[in-house]
């Protein structure tokens, strides 16, 4: 069975950082797409940043120059690094692994359990 186990949320002022971490276990063969979502209440989950197994990466227009997504393909993690961070930055942020883990069937997306980001004085 597959597990996304995502850490690094918390709490933090206007203009600070925090880092975001998500790895995946189990039964993977290979991890295509890696990716971050946000979503608030009453609104749309919204794509903050994706990252493909060549490295590259997109960003929301909201976000882009502020944060950053790396991965790690031997430890089958995905990183946001989040600087500058503004109060409409606060969300439930989730990431994505697109992969298979089994032979000769197409990779499907997992989700991580989200974790609270809050940025506010």
């Known amino acids: 069975q597959v597990r996304l186990v995502e850490s690094g949320g918390g709490l933090v002022q206007p203009g600070g950082s925090l880092r975001l971490s998500c790895v995946a276990s189990?039964?993977?063969?290979?991890?295509?797409?890696m990716g971050w979502y946000r979503q608030v209440p009453g609104k749309q989950r919204e794509l903050v940043a994706g990252i493909t197994v060549g490295g590259r990466t997109n960003y929301a227009d909201s976000v882009k120059g502020r944060f950053t997504i790396s991965r790690d393909n031997a430890k089958n993690t995905v990183y946001l690094q989040m600087n500058s961070l503004k109060p409409e930055d606060t969300a439930v942020y989730y990431c994505?692994?697109?992969?298979?883990?089994?032979?000769?069937?197409?990779?499907?997306?997992?989700w991580g359990q989200g974790t609270q980001v809050t940025v506010s004085s």
């Open positions: 189990g039964n993977i063969i290979g991890i295509n797409v």
């Open positions: 994505l692994h697109n992969l298979r883990s089994r032979i000769g069937l197409p990779p499907v997306d997992y």
